[in-house]
């Protein structure tokens, strides 16, 4: 009997099938990576204070077009072999299906053997480790399992399980995008935090200008205004971003003063820039007051922090 001839139809359905649900997969398992490094963060990664500048926003996206691409393109294959059974068994079925095994096993394979090796290394086994060994076997185990019965004829036999599994499977796409939105936060809450970023990062920038100032000329501005050159180094004084306003700032002494902005939410990280100044107790303004630590942490709203100027660590600038 003639083997059944492949038409190009055929072809670019499997060929777009296969291509969709490849990327599908990856991006899928990368977005599980994203959220357990958020979930279980390790001290020594860098994660942005917009996790959806680090390839979630991609990820999401992917899975959103892609997977429902692949769902439709294999209902239409379907649909083409019901009406003619002959489709089942042409060439580019068969080596997508097998190929696709292939790369499954070789998967599960792989990431059994970095978990082994990572054992018998005497390693720590760390929560984000074994979680993220889990996904890809997990995932590599359910699309073995799934392309097996699709090439035995299972879920033609079946069909009514093959939807269940369809229907649960995009029920469990659609709980891990909204799950996310719970571990690293919604966009907007995201672009909050990019905000309250910016706003740190203005104020180091502000305070590296006070403190050239003072070298320059061994007094503190008066006002911000003061710090505005047409041949400044650091350019002009930033505005918060959010509001497109001056930050506060209010000279206390001779060697002190204080920068003021307004944040959205708490921030925990300390940014240690330059030469620490020493440590001195917080202005008493019944306001988020840090010590002159050069840390930059803060509580949501309005917030001060208090700089003291050590002349010896900040000497004058040369004449020449």
């Known amino acids: ?31 599980l990576f994203d959220y357990i490094n ?6 020594l990664s860098y994660l942005p204070a917009n996790p959806y500048e680090s390839g979630i926003s991609f990820e999401m996206a992917s899975v959103v077009v892609l997977f429902p691409i692949y769902l439709l393109l294999m209902w239409l294959i379907h649909k083409d072999a019901a009406r003619d059974p002959s489709r089942n068994e042409i060439w580019v079925r068969r080596w997508a299906l097998i190929f696709t095994l292939f790369l499954a096993g070789l998967a599960m394979a792989g990431d059994l053997i970095a978990l082994l090796s990572q054992f018998f290394s005497g390693e720590e086994l760390t929560t984000a480790f074994v979680l993220k ?8 185990a359910g699309v073995f ?52 970023a910016q706003k740190v990062s203005d104020l180091q920038n502000i305070q590296s200008q006070v403190l050239n100032y003072y070298q320059a000329k061994r007094a503190l501005p008066a006002v911000l205004a003061d710090l505005n050159s047409s041949i400044n180094y650091y350019g002009p004084i930033p505005l918060d971003p959010q509001t497109n306003t001056d930050y506060e700032y209010q000279p206390i002494g ?49 917030v001060c922090f208090n700089r003291i100027i050590d002349p010896s660590f900040y000497p004058p600038l040369s004449k020449n």
């Open 145 to 196: 399992m799934h392309f097996v019965a699709e090439l035995s004829g299972y879920w033609e036999r079946f069909s009514k399980r093959r939807d269940a599994v369809r229907i649960g499977v995009v029920v469990l796409v659609v709980v891990s995008i909204g799950a996310g939105f719970f571990i690293v936060g919604t966009p907007a809450q995201a672009r909050l935090a990019r905000f309250d």
């Open 38 to 43: 958020y979930s279980f963060p390790n001290a």
């Open 1 to 31: 009997m003639d083997k059944p001839r492949t038409t190009a139809k055929d072809f670019f359905l499997w060929a777009g099938a296969i291509v969709a649900f490849y990327w599908s997969v990856i991006a899928y398992a990368a977005l």
């Open 133 to 140: 060994v889990l996904v890809i076997f997990l995932l590599a």
């Open 254 to 302: 001779a060697l002190s003063f204080k920068l003021c902005a307004e944040f959205n939410k708490a921030g925990t990280d300390t940014v240690f820039e330059g030469r620490s100044v020493p440590a001195a107790m917080p202005m008493k303004t019944g306001e988020g007051v840090y010590p002159v630590n050069n840390s930059w942490q803060h509580d949501k709203g309005r």
